[in-house]
């Protein structure tokens, strides 16, 4: 069993940043690919970012790309989302998401259908 604890939410006036974190307990992080996505209230749920487990290839939806980065610390268990240059359409329960089998494509990391573990979530607000 994988458990997954986000923070790092809150509010933040637009233009501003902020970094999520995600830490997963297991002594095998290292081999979970991770995820982020969001879920606006009415909306469904979006992908946002991810990373491979083995070569750290990173993945972005075109929505956020050149403002999110994803990164992880694999000493730490420990998965980030840098949020810069926050728009008030941002507003979201942001969660990530582990992927512990699976091949690992831009397509399969995209859907959340192929992650097999969730967080709670973090809420992330962006108004000023």
């Known amino acids: 069993q994988v458990q997954l604890v986000e923070s790092g939410g809150g509010l933040v006036q637009p233009g501003g940043s902020l970094r999520l974190s995600c830490a997963a307990s297991g002594r095998t992080f290292s081999t979970y690919s991770m995820g982020w996505f969001r879920q606006a209230p009415g909306k469904e749920r979006e992908f946002l970012a991810a990373?491979?487990?083995?070569?750290?290839?990173?993945y972005y939806a075109d929505s956020v790309k050149g403002r999110f980065t994803v990164s992880r610390d694999n000493a730490k268990n420990t998965v980030y989302l840098q949020m810069n240059s926050l728009k008030p359409e941002d507003t979201a329960l942001y969660y990530c998401?582990?992927?512990?089998?699976?091949?690992?494509?831009?397509?399969?990391?995209?859907?959340?259908?192929?992650?097999?573990?969730w967080g709670q979530g973090t809420q992330v607000t962006v108004s000023s």
């Open positions: 998401a582990a992927k512990v089998k699976g091949i690992t494509t831009a397509r399969t990391m995209g859907q959340a259908q192929n992650y097999d573990y």
């Open positions: 990373i491979t487990w083995n070569t750290g290839i990173t």
